[in-house]
């Protein structure tokens, strides 16, 4: 969850590099692996220096074989104390998955339909005239506003213990950013209310079900909600960046994440996820085709998102994966179905870019060039027409100019430069995968589109 905790583009410390050693877990690795091994040693170092970041911890399995599990830095700085491939991160939004498969469970056992509406399980719920499925707020299309997108309405509130009440008050009276199945947009209500209406099923929390249901028969000992108050064995501390620095994260209460955030996890126990999810041990195959199937709006235009799980690729290599950030954790778990490759990359630092990362290390272990990225002066011209505040759902997307160059910074989101292609098309300098385009038409560009791993998103100038 980005913004704090949400997934749309994301848009370490050099001085703990000589005080903390990489500390090294790597099960089942093979003598032939340590070329690849310090490929990604070599990725994830750099990735920490130009941070800061505290810690990373990444896990890469092809097959049934774990290449290496690792961690890099330091998962609690005050206490020294290094990072491994057991350290327990939050995940974020990498949540949304598992949410995901406890409601697809409920569909294959006759409880749910993904036709339903929403008001079947909560008939409280304002949907002021709209007809909301199930499958809407599976794949975001349900127009609710996102209570992660009130700005400091809700980021005000964000320490303190909210019940689903509180919560839900809080988008009531909010109008619909559109019509449901008409439109997209990344949306943290809306997994929330699916995790209600778990509760409202199975008769148990959330948190109990996902533990007694998935957790414990997976054998995944370090997945769990990831509240507050718990003594959690080998917990990863949260930072955020400050004047070239790391201070602790805000803190957040975590009630407000819940079934759209709350989980916490290892790099093991996600490998482990990953492969349950990939043998029809959790859903059936027809299930999970659906998850990862994207539907169309009603306008007939794709998304690129199913139920939990986004979906893309790389030069040709199918891709399936999410990624999360919440209050001082940023974190992304990819599948290459192709490969039968998974990585997962944690990170316990604000502004981290494990997508990043994880797309480095997905070339190296798959073999692929890395992009060719340009940077050529910018006309002034181009720099006048790009200049302005451009809305990506819920998420503001600032362009200004500095020093004739041209800077992108998202709601939340740490600021980074665009690199010129030509063309009106750009390339982010933090991410050279993240293409932007603004469009031709006009003294000022109307909109940019973002292209990431396959997907498109469409973002309109605002005054």
Known sequence: MQNRFRYVFPLACIL?????????QTPNTVAEADELVETIDAIVVSALEEGPTAAISVAVAQGP??????????????????????????LGSVTKQFTSVALMRLVEAGEVDLDDEIIRF???FPTQGHTVRIHHLLNHTSGIKSYTGLGEEFWDRSRLDLSH?????????????????????????????????LETVTGESYA??????????????????????PIIKHRASGYARHDGGLV??????????????ALCSTVLDLVGWQRALNSDRLVTAASYERM???????????????????????????????????NGFNTTLAYYPEDDVTIVVLANTEGANPNRVERLIARAVLGLPAPEVADLPIPREEIARSVGTYALGDMLLEVTEADGQLVMQATGQEAFRLLYQGEHRYVASDDEEI???FSAEGEVAGQLTIVQEGGEYRAQRVE
């Not at 290496?68 to 206490?79: H, Q, R, V």
């Not at 028969?217 to 997945?223: I, Q, R």
Request: glycine residues 12%; hydrophobic residues 35%.
């Open 16 to 24: 703990f590099l000589t005080a903390c050693p990489a500390s090294d």
């Open 248 to 261: 602790n994260a805000q803190i957040l209460s975590m009630t407000s994440p819940f079934s759209a955030g």
């Open 122 to 124: 909560l008939p409280d």
């Open 208 to 229: 109990d079900h996902l533990r007694e249901t998935i957790f414990e028969p997976l054998g995944l000992e370090h997945t769990s909600y990831c509240h507050n108050e």
């Open 165 to 197: 009440e509180d919560l839900v008050e809080m988008i009531a009276d909010e109008p619909f950013d559109f019509a449901p199945g008409t439109g997209y947009s990344y949306n943290n209500s809306g997994y929330y209310l699916l995790g209600m209406i």
């Open 435 to 437: 293409s932007i385009t």
């Open 292 to 326: 990862t199937t994207p539907e169309l709006l009603a306008d007939g235009t794709p998304l690129t998102y199913g139920f939990g799980l986004s979906v893309g690729g790389i030069d040709g290599h199918p891709k399936i994966s999410h990624g999360g950030g919440i």
């Open 65 to 90: 074989e774990i290449r290496i599990a690792k961690g890099y830095g330091y998962a609690d700085l005050e206490n020294e104390v290094p990072a491994t491939a057991e350290t327990v991160y939050r």
